[in-house]
T-cell receptor
Framework: GAVVSQHPSWVICKSGTSVKIECRSL??????MFWYRQFPKQSLMLMAT?????????EQGVEKDKFLINHASLTLSTLTVTSAHPEDSSFYIC????????????FGSGTQLSVL | GENVEQHPSTLSVQEGDSAVIKCTYS??????FPWYKQELGKRPQLIID?????GEKKDQRIAVTLNKTAKHFSLHITETQPEDSAVYFC???????????FGKGTKLSVKP
C-alpha cells in the first residue's frame, strides 16, 4: 500500500511555456502533500506544502506566482511551473503524508524538467 | 527550527567493507530519524528508520544507531555490494507543516 504516482516522469519544454506536474496518492487520502526541488548532486529542498482545500504554504524564496500549486482533492496535488526558463530545469519530487504522522510520508517518482 | 548535518559528502569503499554515514540534528524534541537511498533519477526509498525510544535498529546488512544525548545518528552498512552504490540521505522531523528536513546527502561508491 501507500503508493504515490507522479506524472510526467520527464518533460522537455520551450522557454516561456508552462508545465503541469501531477502528484496522486493512489490508495490513501492525503490532506497534505509536499513539493521538493532537487538540483544535480544536491539534497531535496522543500518548495511548498500543499493543503487540500486551502492555499499552499511556500518556503522562503520560492515564488508563488511562478510555482502554482493546487490541491483540489484528497488524492491530487498539481504543481504548475509558469513561464518556464532554463534555470527552472530541475528534478521535482512530491510526497504525500498519510494522516498527520511524518513517519507516513511517501514519495512520488519524480519529474525531470528540462527547459530549452 | 531543525537543522540536519550529514557527513561525509562522498564515501568510497571496497566491496565487502563496511560504510558508515553520520548525521547530527539540532532539535532535541525530534523523535524520528529515517534514512533514504536514492538512485540517479529515482525517488528516495526509505531503507531504515529509528524512533527516539531505541538506540539501535538492524535490518540484515543495514543498521542505524541513535545517540540522543549527543543528537546524532548513524547509518551502518556491512558487507557492502556494488548495488549499494547510491546517494543516501538522513532526515529528521522539522518545519511548521510536519515535514522532514533532509541532510545534504552522501554519495556512496562501492568498488568491486
Amino acid at each position: 500500500g501507500a503508493v504515490v504516482s507522479q506524472h510526467p516522469s520527464w518533460v522537455i519544454c520551450k522557454s516561456g511555456t508552462s508545465v503541469k506536474i501531477e502528484c496522486r496518492s493512489l490508495d490513501f487520502q492525503a490532506t497534505t502533500m509536499f513539493w521538493y526541488r532537487q538540483f544535480p548532486k544536491q539534497s531535496l529542498m522543500l518548495m511548498a506544502t500543499s493543503n487540500e482545500g486551502s492555499k499552499a504554504t511556500y518556503e522562503q524564496g520560492v515564488e508563488k506566482d511562478k510555482f502554482l500549486i493546487n490541491h483540489a482533492s484528497l488524492t491530487l496535488s498539481t504543481l504548475t511551473v509558469t513561464s518556464a526558463h532554463p534555470e527552472d530545469s530541475s528534478f521535482y519530487i512530491c510526497s504525500a503524508r498519510r494522516g498527520t504522522n511524518v513517519e507516513k510520508l511517501f514519495f512520488g517518482s519524480g519529474t525531470q524538467l528540462s527547459v530549452l | 527550527g531543525e537543522n540536519v548535518e550529514q557527513h561525509p559528502s562522498t564515501l568510497s569503499v571496497q566491496e565487502g567493507d563496511s560504510a558508515v554515514i553520520k548525521c547530527t540534528y539540532s532539535d532535541s524534541a525530534s523523535n524520528y530519524f529515517p534514512w533514504y537511498k536514492q538512485e540517479l533519477g529515482k525517488r528516495p526509498q526509505l531503507i531504515i528508520d529509528i524512533r527516539s525510544n531505541v538506540g539501535e535498529k538492524k535490518d540484515q546488512r543495514i543498521a542505524v544507531t541513535l545517540n540522543k544525548t549527543a543528537k546524532h545518528f548513524s547509518l551502518h552498512i556491512t558487507e557492502t555490494q556494488p548495488e549499494d552504490s547510491a546517494v543516501y540521505f538522513c532526515a529528521a522531523p522539522g518545519g511548521s507543516q510536519g515535514n522532514l528536513i533532509f541532510g545534504k546527502g552522501t554519495k556512496l561508491s562501492v568498488k568491486p
